[in-house]
């Protein structure tokens, strides 16, 4: 290489730099302004199990427990956006069951979370196994690709969906559980690696029951269903197959019918006291009340 060609590459380096810095600068070094988009969460750590929440209502343990799961929270807002999000009109409609089923009396009740904050999904059924839970509840406001689809839907776990539809909201739901599409839980813990065997058809009974028992208050008050009877599906959150469990699916809150519902006061209040009927009605066949 000739001293001239070198000359110019020495002299060029700078020169490119100085050309370059205004443009990389603020990319290696933002301004805290540049800053204020960023979303900054806590995840829970690896193994540790989360705190286990208090538990209300009658101090006699031998009175059925109930642990009632609002889906999604914190950074995780699940279907629909700001006041209609799905993790806000849950918590909304898990607190007025709570306190349903508390002024009725004779049921103990816990929360999942009464706070918008993030569970993973693997610890929303293992709180309620933790517990020595009664029965499982966890509600959800699911979104639509098409407007028009409008009512309230019930899941309970099965291996297999009842349908394709079915299939496509497990796996909406179980995506819950990932953040920028890396699992939070190992594979193994997910509800694929659960085998549904001979001694867990009774608890599955039980869940069919209690799903069937909600349409049933549902249709009674006129509330709308989507789907009229019980549909099963993957769902790992409802992978406590040693506890009844059931997903209740309120509504589509990106149905403008639905979303009246869904975020006024009255239409929460609506959708509880149903739940909280066919709950009573669960465990008095039971003879557990």
Do not use: C
Not at 115 to 140: E, K, N, Q, Y
Not at 202 to 219: C, I, K, N, P, W
Not at 225 to 237: F, N, Y
């Amino acid at each position: 290489m000739s001293r001239s060609i070198q000359l110019v590459m020495i002299l060029s380096a700078p020169l490119a730099l100085a050309i370059a810095l205004p443009v990389l600068w603020p990319r290696l070094f933002p301004s805290q302004r540049a800053l204020d988009y960023v979303v900054r969460f806590d995840l829970p750590d690896v193994g540790m199990p989360v705190d286990l929440p208090r538990v209300d209502g009658p101090a006699d343990a031998s009175r059925p427990l109930v642990v009632i799961d609002a889906g999604h929270g914190g950074f995780d807002p699940g279907a629909g956006n700001d006041e209609a999000s799905e993790k806000t009109v849950a918590l909304k409609i898990a607190l007025a069951l709570r306190n349903r089923l508390l002024e009725d009396g004779g049921i103990r009740v816990a929360l999942t979370r009464d706070t918008d904050r993030f569970i993973a999904l693997a610890d929303r059924p293992d709180i309620a196994r933790r517990l020595g839970a009664d029965l499982f509840v966890s509600i959800h406001a699911d979104s639509a690709d098409s407007d028009a689809a409008r009512g309230a839907s019930v899941y309970v776990l099965s291996e297999k969906g009842s349908s394709e539809a079915a299939e496509r909201f497990a796996a909406r739901e179980n995506a819950a559980g990932r953040v920028n599409g890396v699992a939070l839980a190992q594979t193994s813990q997910t509800v694929g690696a659960i085998l549904l065997d001979l001694s867990q058809r009774g608890t599955q009974a039980g869940s069919t029951q209690v799903g069937e028992l909600v349409l049933r208050e549902m249709r009674e008050a006129n509330l709308g269903l989507h789907r009229e009877d019980v549909q099963t599906a993957a769902l790992a959150v409802l992978k406590a197959p040693d506890i009844p469990s059931i997903l209740f699916e309120t509504g589509y809150i990106n149905n403008e019918a639905d979303a009246q519902l869904l975020t006024s006061r009255a239409g929460q209040q609506s959708l509880a006291d149903a739940a909280a009927r066919a709950i009573r009605a669960y465990f008095a066949r039971k003879g557990s009340l």
